[in-house]
C-alpha cells in the first residue's frame, strides 16, 4: 500500500484529502506544520509527500528542502501561491509538481498516480547497480557481498549512484548530507569516500567506479 503524507494547516483540506485518499486504499498520514511535516517523514518513511506551502512554523520550501537533505521520496507542492516565482522555488528545492488552489481531487488525484508511477519506475531502474564486484539494490538498501554501509555511507553512496556519469559537487553532498553549515567541511567527505572505496572498489587506491574530481566532487563511472 502507497504511503501519503499530507501536509496543510487548514482542517478541512487534511480531512478531505484524507477521505479521499484513504478511499482509493492509500495509506495516510496527516501533518498540519513543517516541524510535525519532517517528523512524520522520518518516523513515516511516506512514499510521497502532499505539501502545503502556507505553514504556520516554517515555509513549504524549506520543508522541501529539509526533506531533500535526506530523501528523494516524491514531493507534490499543493499550494494557495499561484505565482511562477512561488513555482520556481519550490521546484528549484526539489518538488516533483505544483498544484494550485483550488484544486479538483480528481486532478490532484491523476498527479498522484503519474508521480508515484514516475518514481517506481525510476526505482527499478536504480535497481542491481554493479560497483565493482559488488551488486547495490537503492531501493531495498542492500549490498551483494556482505557489504554493510551506516546511513551516512548510504546517503553519499545514493547521491552518486543515482547520477551515473554526472560530477556532484562537493558543495552539494556536504549541503544534502550535513546541512548547510557544513559546505567547508571537505575532510569528512574524504574519510567518507575512502571508507566506501573499501568497501566497494577492488582496489581502492585506484578507484574505477566511485571517482575523485580533484577539488570539484565525485563521479559513479559505471
Given at each position: 500500500?502507497?504511503?501519503?503524507?499530507?501536509?496543510?494547516?487548514?482542517?478541512?483540506?487534511?480531512?478531505?484529502?484524507?477521505?479521499?485518499?484513504?478511499?482509493?486504499?492509500?495509506d495516510v498520514t496527516v501533518a498540519a506544520d513543517g516541524a510535525a511535516a519532517l517528523r512524520a517523514a522520518v518516523d513515516h518513511t511516506p512514499d510521497l509527500v502532499i505539501l502545503d506551502l502556507g505553514l504556520p512554523d516554517l515555509d513549504g520550501v524549506d520543508v522541501i528542502h529539509g526533506l531533500r537533505g535526506w530523501t528523494s521520496v516524491p514531493i507534490i507542492v499543493l499550494s494557495g501561491?499561484?505565482?511562477?516565482?512561488?513555482?520556481?522555488?519550490?521546484?528549484?528545492?526539489?518538488?516533483?509538481?505544483?498544484?494550485?488552489?483550488?484544486?479538483?481531487?480528481?486532478?490532484?488525484?491523476?498527479?498522484?498516480?503519474?508521480?508515484?508511477?514516475?518514481?517506481?519506475?525510476?526505482?527499478?531502474?536504480?535497481?542491481?547497480?554493479?560497483?565493482?564486484?559488488?551488486?547495490?539494490?537503492?531501493?531495498?538498501?542492500?549490498?551483494?557481498?556482505?557489504?554493510?554501509?551506516?546511513?551516512?555511507?548510504?546517503?553519499?553512496?545514493?547521491?552518486?549512484?543515482?547520477?551515473?556519469?554526472?560530477?556532484?559537487?562537493?558543495?552539494?553532498?556536504?549541503?544534502?548530507?550535513?546541512?548547510?553549515?557544513?559546505?567547508?567541511?571537505?575532510?569528512?567527505?574524504?574519510?567518507?569516500?575512502?571508507?566506501?572505496?573499501?568497501?566497494?572498489?577492488?582496489?581502492?587506491?585506484?578507484?574505477?567506479?566511485?571517482?575523485?574530481?580533484?577539488?570539484?566532487?565525485?563521479?559513479?563511472?559505471?
Amino acid at each position: 500500500m502507497t504511503r501519503i503524507l499530507v501536509v496543510d494547516d487548514e482542517p478541512q483540506i487534511l480531512r478531505a484529502l484524507r477521505i479521499n485518499l484513504v478511499a482509493r486504499h492509500y495509506d495516510v498520514t496527516v501533518a498540519a506544520d513543517g516541524a510535525a511535516a519532517l517528523r512524520a517523514a522520518v518516523d513515516h518513511t511516506p512514499d510521497l509527500v502532499i505539501l502545503d506551502l502556507g505553514l504556520p512554523d516554517l515555509d513549504g520550501v524549506d520543508v522541501i528542502h529539509g526533506l531533500r537533505g535526506w530523501t528523494s521520496v516524491p514531493i507534490i507542492v499543493l499550494s494557495g501561491r499561484a505565482g511562477n516565482q512561488d513555482k520556481i522555488e519550490a521546484l528549484d528545492a526539489g518538488a516533483d509538481d505544483y498544484v494550485t488552489k483550488p484544486f479538483g481531487i480528481d486532478e490532484l488525484l491523476a498527479r498522484v498516480r503519474a508521480v508515484t508511477r514516475r518514481a517506481s519506475i525510476q526505482e527499478t531502474e536504480l535497481a542491481n547497480i554493479q560497483v565493482g564486484d559488488h551488486v547495490v539494490d537503492l531501493a531495498n538498501k542492500t549490498i551483494t557481498g556482505d557489504v554493510r554501509l551506516t546511513p551516512t555511507e548510504w546517503h553519499i553512496l545514493e547521491l552518486i549512484l543515482r547520477h551515473p556519469g554526472k560530477l556532484i559537487s562537493q558543495r552539494q553532498i556536504l549541503t544534502e548530507v550535513w546541512g548547510a553549515k557544513f559546505v567547508k567541511e571537505t575532510h569528512y567527505l574524504r574519510q567518507y569516500m575512502a571508507q566506501l572505496r573499501r568497501k566497494l572498489e577492488r582496489d581502492p587506491a585506484h578507484p574505477v567506479h566511485l571517482i575523485t574530481e580533484p577539488g570539484m566532487g565525485y563521479r559513479f563511472k559505471p
